[in-house]
């Protein structure tokens, strides 16, 4: 069965870190590009980042750069996201998405979605 | 920062036929991709490069292209495909990923 499954949510401090991870099953992982992507609660979906297959090439919504990393580890099957100095605005349920090609840019449609992992910044 | 524009709303009867826009100055050059995303679910991709459909998407489900805009289409809409359409694309430069603010579907 084609899976992902994100970890690593939960309730931080503003200012703080937290790291995500999403676990792949399914596929062949080293071949497809992932991304993250976010949904603050009652809001619109948000592209976050996007990595290639071979970890190249990565990008940034304008709103996290500077302070979240993304990566893989294709030894692994699991994609990361490294958010550092979180934001209230950062609050949102934090989706891991499979891109269909290899390069992350253009993205070519997110065709399996995890079930998301929950984060929320406050004090 | 780019946008993609979608209305809020759109409303149909169940057999009708429901059209959802997305608008945005790269679309000519950047392809579009639709998701449905129904309550406490995660989102599903319904078309890809403006017009293709995913394995399992069912037929009423098509995507077209005109210039500046793209459309979702839903033949002979059922109580079913109530949910949430979000459209996605790239910039210009395919440099980020962009989604359109999303257009909940209603089936009265």
């Known amino acids: 069965e084609v899976q992902l499954v994100e970890s690593g949510g939960g309730l931080v401090q503003p200012g703080r870190s937290l790291r995500l991870s999403c676990a792949a099953s399914?596929?062949?992982?080293?071949?497809?590009?992932m991304h993250w992507v976010r949904q603050a609660p009652g809001k619109g979906l948000e592209w976050v980042s996007g990595?290639?297959?071979?970890?190249?090439?990565?990008g940034y919504a304008d709103s996290v750069k500077g302070r979240f990393t993304i990566s893989r580890d294709n030894a692994k099957n699991s994609l990361y996201l490294q958010m550092n100095s979180l934001r209230a605005e950062d609050t949102a349920l934090y989706y891991c998405?499979?891109?269909?090609?290899?390069?992350?840019?253009?993205?070519?449609?997110?065709?399996?979605w995890g079930q998301g992992t929950m984060v929320t910044v406050s004090s | 920062s780019y946008e993609l524009t979608q209305p809020p709303s759109v409303s149909v009867s169940p057999g009708q036929t429901a059209r959802i826009t997305c608008s945005a100055d790269?679309?000519?050059?950047?392809?579009a991709y639709w998701y449905q995303q129904k309550p406490g679910q995660a989102p599903v991709l319904v078309i890809y490069?403006?017009?293709e459909r995913p394995s399992g998407i069912p037929e009423r489900f098509s995507g077209s292209s005109s210039g500046t805009t793209v459309t979702l289409t839903i033949s002979g809409v059922q109580a079913e495909d109530e949910a949430d359409y979000y459209c996605?694309?790239?910039?210009?430069?395919?440099?980020?990923?962009?989604f359109g603010g999303g257009t909940k579907l209603t089936v009265l």
């Open positions: 998405a499979k891109d269909q090609t290899y390069n992350w840019n253009p993205p070519e449609g997110f065709d399996i």
């Open positions: 399914g596929f062949t992982f080293d071949d497809y590009a």
């Open positions: 990595i290639s297959w071979n970890s190249g090439s990565t």
């Open positions: 790269a679309l000519p050059k950047q392809y």
């Open positions: 490069k403006d017009s």
């Open positions: 996605q694309s790239a910039d210009s430069s395919g440099t980020y990923a962009v």
